[in-house]
């Protein structure tokens, strides 16, 4: 249903409603978005998770997280796509994020139990920025990459482009002395010129460890 704004794209005249209406036969860690100017990466974007009742890693895990990724501007889009479509722009220099997140926020909390093992959805909703994303004293165990389960693949960091998931297995550590952090760091390489004030990674989950079972 992509195509021309008010046009092709779903045929509904502006100010209506409408309603998409498909079947999805694979199952997986997903998102949707607007595709409607700048409106996703101001907001309007979300993961989609499409659950298996057949799934090879059932029985593998305790709990699941959706864990999103993404970059933020401090300004709204109409603005910036003045800036960055204009002749003081020569180059085609893309507008630079300020910010990184972590399910649309920083420094949220999620509280893992000793010993337990989780599934992380992990998914870039983000415009530009791709991220390095590991967990502090935790290996992770890649099971699922843009909506294909994979073989299982230990890794201590994963790089998520924009629109990239990941289903990853992350097993607490029987340790309650300390708490861990998932960091999320934004890519710098992609940038042609560096925002002021630019963080790259300020994202971050804290993960509260509960007593050893």
């Known amino acids: 249903m992509d195509g021309v704004v008010g046009g092709t794209q779903c045929g509904i005249p502006s100010g209506s409603t409408g309603t ?7 199952p997986g860690t997903y998102w949707y978005h607007s595709h409607v100017r700048g409106q996703y990466p101001d907001g309007l974007r979300a993961p989609l998770i499409v659950h298996d009742p057949e799934s090879p890693f059932t029985g593998q895990y305790d709990e699941e997280v959706v864990l999103s990724v993404s970059d933020w501007y401090h300004e709204q889009m109409p603005n910036l796509i003045k ?8 180059t085609g220099a893309e507008p630079v994020p300020k910010s990184a997140l972590m399910n649309d926020s920083q420094n949220v909390t999620f509280a893992m139990e000793a010993g337990k093992t989780y599934f ?21 165990t890649i099971v699922e990459v843009d909506g294909i389960y994979t073989e299982p693949t230990e890794a201590s960091m994963i790089y998520v482009t924009v629109a990239q998931r990941y289903g990853v297995l ?7 002395s300390s708490n861990f952090a998932i960091i999320g760091s934004m ?3 992609w940038t042609k010129v560096m925002s002021d004030g630019l963080q790259t990674n300020r994202a971050r989950l804290i993960l509260i460890p509960f007593r050893p079972r």
């Open 120 to 140: 992380f959805r992990i998914v870039n909703i983000g415009a530009f920025a791709g991220q390095y994303l590991w967990m502090e004293g935790h290996n992770m």
């Open 187 to 189: 890519d710098k390489v």
């Open 20 to 26: 998409y209406n498909f079947t999805v036969d694979q």
């Open 170 to 176: 992350i097993t607490a550590r029987n340790d309650t």
């Open 83 to 90: 800036t960055f479509i204009s002749v003081a722009n020569p």
